[in-house]
């Protein structure tokens, strides 16, 4: 299976800054079958990105995402109060599908 | 809008077996699987399994292979996950989402506290 290894655990930023989340794929995989999802405390996921590119509507444009080979990065570009949460990413094209272990990012 | 709505929390004694509803509503059920999700606490998501929206065809995570189902009543747009045997390390929050196997996910249900104590 595709182990998605995310780094680093925790981030610590203040509000304004900019947060890079990294996911990275134990084997060769396309971007098209990876996705972002935020957890904020108590809530369940939701969706935040896929593709690696592409939005859901009423995702903020702050957000954007990116691949490079088994690579992928999440980019909050200035952060705001409801932007502290977890992260996580999930492959989706290989069988069985598999989510890394979590960013969190917090106020510092 | 599309809407998943889990059951209520359960707590269980080990052994028992608990099943966790997931009513649909705002989509064409049959267009779409659900797959199952858990998270115990303070912990990541772990990937459980998913069924097809249209059929009883069920996938199954290889740790849960023999004590878990997986179920559609197409009738009433629900899902249904049935976890038997259950363990004290099964005490987490189970949610449902929709989408297969192949798929993001991206409707979830608000989530289910199953708590596994003696």
């Known amino acids: 299976e595709i182990v998605l290894t995310q780094s680093p655990g925790t981030l610590s930023l203040s509000p304004g800054e900019r947060a890079s989340l990294s996911c990275r794929a134990s084997?060769?995989?396309?971007?098209?079958?990876l996705a972002w999802y935020q957890q904020r405390a108590g809530q369940a996921p939701r969706l935040l990105m896929y593709?690696?590119?592409s939005r859901p509507s009423g995702i903020p444009d702050r957000f954007s995402g990116s691949a490079s080979g088994a690579d992928f990065t999440l980019t909050i570009s200035r952060l705001e109060p409801e932007d502290f949460a977890v992260y996580y990413c999930?492959?989706?094209?290989?069988?069985?599908?598999?989510f890394g272990q979590g960013t969190k990012v917090e106020i510092k | 809008q599309v809407q998943l709505v889990q059951s209520g929390g359960e707590v269980k004694k080990p052994g028992a077996s608990v099943k966790v509803s997931c009513k649909a509503s705002?989509?064409?059920?049959?267009?779409?699987?659900i797959t199952w999700v858990r998270q115990a606490p303070g912990q990541g998501l772990e990937w459980m399994g998913w069924?097809?929206?249209?059929?009883?065809?069920?996938h199954y995570a290889q740790k849960f292979q023999g004590r878990v189902a997986m179920t559609t009543d197409i009738s009433t747009t629900t899902a249904y996950m049935e976890l038997r045997s259950l363990r004290s390390d099964d005490t987490a929050v189970y949610f449902c989402?929709?989408?297969?196997?192949?798929?993001?996910?991206?409707?979830w249900g608000q989530g289910t506290l199953v708590t596994v104590s003696s």
């Open positions: 989402a929709r989408g297969s196997g192949y798929e993001l996910l991206d409707y």
């Open positions: 705002g989509y064409t059920f049959t267009s779409f699987g």
């Open positions: 069924i097809a929206g249209y059929n009883t065809n069920a």
């Open positions: 084997q060769s995989m396309s971007g098209s079958s």
């Open positions: 593709g690696p590119s």
């Open positions: 999930h492959q989706f094209g290989s069988s069985p599908p598999t």
